[in-house]
C-alpha cells in the first residue's frame, strides 16, 4: 500500500489564538496550564473540511503530560457552521469571577473521547469543534503543543471488497494497523532530519556527539558537531590533535613524536637521555603543556580521557607537565667568575632563592 495521507496539523499561536481559553495561556506555540491553577479547558474554533458530510478519522494530540497530570479530547461535528453553545461557551469562558465552565463544556461536548492522545473519531461532518481540558494536581503543568487530524488518504479497508467496505467494525479495526503503519512510515522518513544536528532529538545529539568525538555536556554542542564534520577528516593528525588539545585547554601545545627524538638515529647526540626521556615505543607520543594548565586533578584526568577518542587508532598520548624553573647546567654563568662545577644540574623553581654566599658546584659566588 502506497504511503498517501492528508493531514492538517495546528501548532502555532497564531492557530490558537482565535480559541477560547479559560485558565489556559500560550506559552510560544504551546496551550499551558499555568500555576497556580489545577483545571482549564480551551476551545478551538471550528476546523472547515470543506467537504459536506465529511467523516473524520484520526486525531493526534502531541502532549506533555507529567504525572499527576490528565487531557481530555472533546469533539463536535456538524454541516452548519453556526453552533448555538457556542457563544454561550464564549460567554461563560470570558466571564469574570470563578464560576466554573467545566460543567457547561461538558454539556455541549458531551462525553470526551477514550483516554489517550490518539483516537480515532467517528462523526461526520464537514465541520469539526476539538476542545481540551486539562488537569493538575502536582507542581508540575501539562501542555499542548500540537494537533494533528487526518483529512483524507489511503485506508487498509479501500483494498478490500467492496462488501467490506460498509462494514463499521472492519473500518475500525483496520484502521489501528493502518494508523501504526502510518506512525511507522513517519518514524522512517523523519529519520534524515535526526541525523541533523539543527533537528536532532536531545538523545540522538547525544549519538551524532560520540560519533563526532564532541562531548555531549559540551557547550553549543550542536554547533561544535557542525564544525567537527568540517575537519573530521584532518581531526587524526597532527595538526587536528593539536587543535583538539588547544580546544580542550585552551593552551597551544608541543608535540614530540617518536621519530623525533629516535634515540637510534645516527645524529642523535645523547641516545641514553633520549631513551630514558621518551622511551622506545614508536607508537606513543608526547603532549607538552605548562603545569598550570588544568585547575585541578580531575580537570587533568577529563582531558587525558577525552584525548583517547581524538588520538589515531593504535596511538598512546602520554602527557608532560612542564614545570617553570631555570636549569642549570656546566656553562650556565650565575655572574663574575660563578659557573655550576659539575655535570650534575641543579634546578631552581619559583620556590628557591639564591644568596650571594651560596655554594654551587664547589666554587662560592
Not at 28 to 36: F, H, I, K, R, T
Not at 165 to 175: A, E, I, K, W
Amino acid at each position: 500500500m502506497s504511503a498517501i495521507k492528508d493531514l492538517m496539523t495546528l501548532c502555532c499561536r497564531e492557530q490558537w489564538q482565535n480559541g477560547l481559553f479559560r485558565h489556559v495561556a500560550c506559552e510560544g506555540d504551546a496551550l499551558v496550564l499555568p500555576p497556580p491553577h489545577h483545571a482549564g479547558a480551551f476551545c478551538l474554533p471550528p476546523v472547515d473540511s470543506g467537504e459536506k458530510g465529511f467523516a473524520w478519522s484520526r486525531l493526534i494530540v502531541d502532549a506533555v503530560l507529567p504525572q499527576d497530570c490528565g487531557l481530555r479530547i472533546y469533539t463536535r461535528c456538524a454541516d452548519a457552521p453556526d453552533w448555538a453553545a457556542w457563544e454561550a461557551l464564549q460567554a461563560a469562558f470570558d466571564a469574570p469571577g470563578e464560576d466554573d465552565p467545566l460543567p457547561l463544556l461538558r454539556r455541549c461536548y458531551g462525553a470526551p473521547e477514550p483516554p489517550g492522545t490518539d483516537c480515532w473519531l467517528s462523526g461526520a461532518g464537514r465541520y469539526l469543534w476539538v476542545a481540551f481540558e486539562l488537569t493538575a494536581t502536582g507542581a508540575c503543568a501539562p501542555s499542548v503543543t500540537a494537533l494533528h487530524l487526518r483529512m483524507g488518504g489511503d485506508h487498509m479497508i479501500d483494498y478490500l471488497p467492496s462488501i467490506y467496505r460498509g462494514d463499521d467494525f472492519t473500518q475500525r479495526y483496520l484502521s489501528i494497523y493502518n494508523s501504526m503503519l502510518q506512525d511507522m512510515e513517519d518514524a522512517v522518513e523523519a529519520l534524515p532530519r535526526q541525523l541533523d544536528a539543527a533537528g536532532a532529538s536531545d538523545a540522538m545529539l547525544g549519538c551524532l556527539a560520540q560519533w563526532v568525538c564532541v562531548e555531549q555536556g559540551e557547550k553549543d554542542a550542536r554547533a561544535r558537531i557542525r564544525t567537527a564534520l568540517d575537519d573530521f577528516e584532518a581531526l587524526y593528525t597532527v595538526a587536528g590533535v593539536r587543535r583538539s588539545v588547544h580546544r580542550l585547554t585552551g593552551r597551544e601545545p608541543l608535540i614530540i613524536e617518536h621519530f623525533m627524538v629516535d634515540p637510534n638515529r645516527a645524529e642523535c647526540r645523547n641516545p641514553v637521555l633520549y631513551r630514558r626521556l621518551y622511551g622506545d615505543d614508536p607508537y606513543r607520543f608526547f603532549v607538552l603543556l605548562n603545569e598550570d594548565a588544568f585547575a585541578s586533578r580531575d580537570r587533568m584526568e577529563w582531558f587525558l580521557v577525552r584525548m583517547q577518542g581524538l588520538i589515531p587508532a593504535g596511538m598512546s598520548l602520554e602527557l608532560v607537565l612542564l614545570k617553570q624553573c631555570v636549569q642549570l647546567d656546566w656553562h650556565t654563568y650565575l655572574g663574575i667568575n660563578s659557573r655550576v662545577g659539575s655535570y650534575v644540574p641543579a634546578v631552581i623553581d619559583e620556590n628557591v632563592t639564591i644568596h650571594y654566599d651560596t655554594t654551587i658546584g664547589g666554587a662560592t659566588t
